[in-house]
């Protein structure tokens, strides 16, 4: 992978080629006629992640015959957003990295698995930038961005997100997504809001420095887990000689300068305000 707007090659491993034994099952958006008209496609191949991070984790593909590059879609993140509703289990996440954001397949794909803990992320206070559009920025955490929805809001937010991700794209910034159960924004949480006001999803958007060398096996490589505060160490050592500081400075160094992200900002608010 050498570009983050790099073509699909069928050349390359692919989805296509993987063993029938590894597909779990399909899922088919019921929609009406006109919609069907309207939609790439209307159904979502859950694969099995042979390189599993947690619990249950597999791959969202949709339609591995219409060899999609790894760039998002309103489809795909309206059913990744629907998969999290979906879900009986509120610790059911989707998450998503570009290509030059440790992507490591260029087929269009999203990740889902299982992580039975609660999150930062979750009830986090945000800034609004665009409310009308649900748009946010993330307050005394990582650089990035939020949306947030509830079901009946799912098809308007993941229009918005895709215009988001596809002005990344053109730009060549590089981004991971990360999609959780949470409560609606607030830049203050009121003391009454507990974890059971979940009602909703809570769509993270974390824009990057493109990283295309190949990922170190026993490293902390930054992505969608990393940055949601889930963190896989690959052995022990890592793991008891791990410190807050010091993997806040690991992942600063994947994240943009400030300057840069607050100037990105402002393009997206004139963006989504035009749509």
């Known amino acids: 992978i050498l570009s983050i707007q790099q073509e699909f090659n069928d ?3 692919n989805f296509n080629k993987i063993n029938p034994e590894e597909i779990i099952c399909e899922m088919t958006k019921c929609v009406n006629s006109r919609d069907v008209l309207n939609a790439p496609t209307s159904k979502m191949t859950v694969l099995v992640n042979v390189s599993p991070l947690e619990f249950g984790h597999c791959l969202f593909v949709p339609d591995p015959l219409q060899c999609y590059p790894q760039v998002l879609t309103k489809f795909a993140i309206a059913v ?9 289990d509120p610790g059911f996440r989707v998450g998503f990295n570009s290509l030059g954001a440790f992507a490591s397949v260029n087929h269009l794909h999203l990740h889902g698995y299982y992580l039975d803990h609660e999150l930062a992320l979750e009830s986090i206070a945000v800034e609004p ?3 009308e559009k649900d748009f946010h920025r993330l307050i005394n955490y990582h650089v990035g961005f939020v949306f947030y929805t509830e079901a009946k809001s799912v098809d308007k937010v993941a229009e918005n997100i895709c215009r988001v991700t596809d002005f990344l794209v053109k730009q060549n910034i590089a981004h991971n997504l990360f999609l959780s159960r949470g409560c609606p924004p607030h830049v203050h949480k009121p003391r009454e809001m507990e974890n059971s006001s979940r009602k909703g999803v809570r769509i993270f958007v974390w824009p990057r420095k493109s990283c295309f060398s190949a990922k170190e096996e026993s490293a902390l490589n930054v992505a969608l887990c990393e940055l949601a505060g889930h963190l896989p160490f690959k052995n022990k050592t890592d793991f008891e000689k791990a410190t807050e500081e010091g993997v806040t400075e ?3 160094k994947y994240l943009l300068p400030k300057d840069e992200f607050f100037n990105l900002e402002q393009q997206l608010i004139q963006h989504l305000g035009k749509s």
């Open 11 to 13: 050349k390359q491993f």
């Open 129 to 131: 930038l665009v409310p």
């Open 250 to 252: 690991i992942i600063n």
């Open 80 to 88: 990744g957003i629907e998969s999290v509703f979906l879900s009986s």
